[in-house]
């Protein structure tokens, strides 16, 4: 029965004990019944304040939960933003929804909330409710009030973001966006990072780590710094070498400062003569016609050399020559013709050629080089990587026609040993790739990493050798697009706040898309960077004596794309085979087989993975990946945003504290 109904049953009633009343009073007769009558006053007081306190009671009640819905609401539709219209309109529909008006026939309902802080709203909400008999005793209403408070907190949790960043990412995932993927993740990543750090940790720790990957993951300095030996010495790639042929050259030759020299001989004629030869007019008066220098300087005008045997020694070969060098000058005279009725006085000049030889000693030292004879061996080459692990160089013969190229390390990886297993195999365990916590060997490479080098590495387009060849094929730098594609960095778990906003945007803001998409990659490292029991355990064990939630939020937007052209964490597929795939529909399935194990085993370390498809819709393998209820789809720039704010929610603890 409402209470307006309640209300007007009481007045009648009243109406009637006023007039039964006052007939009691007039009227003698009966004094026993007057004292019966007396005492149902107090009777119906007792009643009427039980039927009236109990209204009451529900109506707090309602209002409280009421109260508690509204603020839930707006802190929820809050997330890491500051508190609006928009969050209070949240806020109200809610409350109104769980407290309508006139219900329990209250009325002056009022609500209103607000934030107090970055993890809490607050709220308040007051009605009034008319009394249906207590009126009588003058009570006609109660002035009910509640206070409630929604409050996100997080205790221990180390959040661990394995985002895809592959060529694909550049794109729109809807012509309404107004952001590519890649600037819609950017932003989402970073709310996301302000909904858990705008919670309440109270003495508890919040961890963030992220994980880039593509065709690799780029971990080098993450390895190197927890330990070198993590990383192995040596690599072996799909690579190259120059043919070359030996030659003698970088010739270096010395001349004696002693000789021998013959005797100056004149020019004769053939009967023994000196020959003297008309030189022309001389620039002379007639006094200095005959006055000349006795000749000009020699100059060399041939040179012999009679070499004896080179004499040769390791890869330096030495010949000595005698070098007959011939010099020649000149000595003048002049004659004087007096002048003639048609040519004029002149000083008429000759010369005589004299000759001599000098012999000199020459040594010509030779060293043995190696030149490229036009042709290349392709072929699996070793490679000393020591000088990369602490970020020096390495010089490498691999350029064009031979030339020495200086190679440096980014950072990313090419995974410890594996074995061939079908794509619908469970892994051996020595595939030691698969093994998310095995600590590697100082002295077993099989366990440890390797180098990530694409400018070393090239495709050779089968698996055996070719030999002797003159094309020059390209290495994966040279090839460019999407091969072989080498993230930022990884973000190892690291302790933030909110004051690290910031920081983490700016590192957010380094991600750029490039590169062919292996899934299973971005898990493995996930994964060991996370786990309580594996590289990382000192690390990542109980914090001030309590669990620690573990959760991994995977990002990607689209499916498994892994070429065996492609360098990738796997190496290179078609050339050194690792994986075992016999085409690349074939790697797609052996890589996607590798991806759910993977799953499952981080899973079975307590791990909660939480798995966003974004632009394309959720297949199998990825909702399988997905902890229970855990998978979500994201169509637009907007959904993802709102689906890392979910999972932001549902990491953190939004509750009532009042």
Known sequence: MGGTDIRHIGRRLGRRLRQGAGRLIRDQRGNALMLTAAAIVPVIGIVGSAVDIGRAYMTQLRLQQACDAGVLAGRRAMAAGVYGDDHKAEANKMFAFNFPNGIYGSEAVNFSSQSTSAADVVGTASVKLPTAIMYIFGKDKFDLGVNCTAKLEISNVDVMLVLDVTGSMARKASSSDDDTKIEALRKAAVDFFDTLTNADIGDGRLRFGVVPYSSSVNVGQILVTKNPDW??????????????????????TVVSEDYTATNPVANTNWQGAEKWEDAGKADKAQADCTTWDDSDLPRMVSESLNPSNPVVDGSTRITVSDSKRTYEYYSYKGTWKAATWSKPASCEAKKLRWTFTRTYQVTKTETLTKV???????????????????????????????????????????????????SNASAPSNAYDMDIDMVPSATDSDTQWKTFLPALTYDRERVSERKGVTTNYQNFVDKG?????????????????KADHDDFDKYIKTLQPKGYTYHDAGMAWGARLISPTGLFAADNGPYNGRPVSRHIVFM??????????????????????????TSDNDAIDRHNNRFRQLCESAKRKGLTIWVISFGVGSNSNLNSCASTGQAFEADNAAQLNAQFQAIARQISKLRLSQ
């Not at 990383?231 to 270096?252: H, Q, Y």
């Not at 602490?390 to 440096?408: F, L, M, P």
């Not at 999407?482 to 933030?496: E, K, Q």
Request: with cysteine; net charge negative; proline share 5%.
């Open 231 to 252: 990383i192995a010495d040596t690599v072996w790639l799909p690579s190259r070498e120059p043919v070359t042929k030996e030659v003698w050259g970088d010739a270096r």
């Open 372 to 422: 490229f004879d036009g042709k290349y061996n392709y072929k699996d080459r070793g490679f000393d990587t020591r000088p990369l692990k602490t970020g020096s160089t390495i010089e490498e013969d691999t350029g064009y026609q031979g030339e020495r190229v200086t190679i440096d390390w980014a950072g990313c990886i090419i995974e410890r040993a594996t074995t061939q297993f079908a």
């Open 481 to 497: 697009g999407d091969y072989a594609a080498c993230p930022v960095a990884a973000m190892n778990l690291t302790t933030m706040t």
């Open 556 to 581: 990607t937007d689209g499916d498994m794309m892994t070429p065996r052209a492609n360098l990738s964490h796997q190496g290179q597929e078609r050339s050194m085979p690792r994986i075992g795939a």
